[in-house]
């Protein structure tokens, strides 16, 4: 498996810091706001797990899922597959996600769980590649981890054909091995 692996972009130890880092940042900023923690599975879970254990104030957690990737192209549509169980309206939300890439699943879960109408909704994601962005989305993340440059990365929750989740570090995929699947 890690044959497959070109180069290691973020290792575990600069993961583990810069989480402990946002958790730091987020527990300040939503002290005595009881937030609701909302991951977007399955890519967010390592992150998801590791933020909330760093969280340092009463929160509640939650998670949805919407339908995603198959290889390394978006399909563009989203549906929800599984919704958030806890009642949002009211309450101060931020989404946790694993990647901001070109911008369509986050846009799409963001105004969904708009329509919840809670308190207020920020987003939280490890990864963030600005340059893969669609013109037409204006959404921004609030809390970023690693601004990473335009290649397909693999690990620490993140798939290809829901392989490599298990890796400890992000890891860019050497491209034949998707070159060659097609
Ligand atoms: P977006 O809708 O922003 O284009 O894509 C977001 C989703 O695409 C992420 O949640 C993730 O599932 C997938 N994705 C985008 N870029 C990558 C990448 O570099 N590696 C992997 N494994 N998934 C990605
Ligand atoms: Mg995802």
Redesign the pocket.
Known sequence: MENNIQEVLISQAQIEERVSQLARELSREYAGKNPVFVG?LK?VVMFFADMVKHITVPCQIDFMCIS??SGTE?TGTAVVKKDVSVDLKGRHVVIL??????????DFTYRYLLSKEPASLKICTFLD?PS?RKPEITLKPDYVGYEIPN????GYG???NEYYRNLPYIGILKPEVYENAE
């Open positions: 977007v890519g995603s990737y978006s996600e694993d990647i901001f890439d070109t911008g369509t699943s986050l590649k893969r290649a397909f990365v693999v993140l798939d290809y």
